[in-house]
């Protein structure tokens, strides 16, 4: 005799939930006074989804900023891709000149290009003065030069350079990496709140009160007593339903009935 086990899944992943939930709402919207769902149960599920669908464009919203003002930042720096040493008015531009006043005016001596933060290798007895491209140290760098010849003050050698202009750069660089990083972190605090919302977060099961996973899988059991035999109607709603058909007098023994996921 054949035994017929079934399971309905219910998604785990925020982007699965949302789109099951948007499933059941909608097939809820058009079977109209025919729908077996309560009212109030689409009513709270509709709500649920709207918030965490507030919180997903908010996200998106906040993670485009943060793109934006690293492109900023890298541009000041002078490290974006479509930028050289040659593009002027950048930090790049600013220290590739001084760089090489120093290495110009202290030819034979390079090491004291450390006294303004450089590092100086000398592979080979080659002299190489590189300038990081990383941009937290590139901005470290350049603090390093700024006190430098703030402590030189009238008998700094980088007189001649516009370091207020340098200053100005590096300040809005910091500033554009500061926004950016607080555009992250509330970034991810959007992303948690969707994720509560859904009940997908760290910590909570379709058994966590007021989430659309804990809606969902009411549907589900709704459903699963209105379609007793039918189970494979529930797709219709949205839902993953996966059947196994075994047999009691096969060699392989039957398996117990599989209970519903959830």
Do not use: C
């Not at 464009?57 to 040493?85: F, V, W």
């Not at 220290?95 to 034979?108: A, K, M, P, V, W």
């Not at 699963?224 to 839902?239: A, M, N, V």
């Amino acid at each position: 005799m054949a035994r017929r086990n079934y399971e309905v899944v219910i998604p785990r992943q925020p982007d699965d939930m949302n789109k099951l939930g948007k499933n059941i709402t909608t097939k809820h919207t058009n079977d109209g006074e025919s729908s077996p769902i309560p009212a109030a149960t689409a009513n709270l599920l509709s709500g649920k989804l709207t918030e965490a669908d507030n919180q997903y464009n908010l996200q998106k919203d906040l993670e485009r900023t943060r793109e934006q003002l690293t492109e900023e930042r890298n541009q000041l720096l002078g490290i974006h891709p479509s930028q050289t040493t040659v593009t002027a008015g950048t930090v790049l531009f600013h220290l590739t000149s001084i760089r090489d006043f120093l290495l110009g005016h202290f030819r034979g001596s390079e090491r004291n290009l450390g006294q303004w933060g450089f590092t100086v290798n000398t592979p080979k007895g080659v002299v190489q003065v590189e300038i990081p491209r990383n941009p937290d140290k590139l901005t470290k760098l350049v603090a390093e030069i700024l006190k430098k010849h703030d402590t030189d003050k009238e008998a700094s050698l980088l007189r001649i350079f516009d370091m207020a202009a340098l200053k100005a750069l590096n300040d809005d660089a910091a500033k554009k990496r500061s926004d950016a990083e607080a555009a992250n972190r509330n970034k991810e605090k959007a992303t948690q709140s969707r994720n509560l919302a859904l009940g997908t977060a760290k910590g909570q099961t379709t058994k966590t009160p007021g989430t659309v996973a804990y809606l969902v899988r009411s549907v589900r059991d709704i459903l699963l007593g209105i379609y007793r035999g039918q189970e494979q109607k529930l797709g219709d709603w949205g839902f993953e339903v996966n059947f196994n058909t075994t047999s009691s007098n096969g060699s392989t023994p039957t398996p117990p009935p599989t209970p519903p996921a959830g």
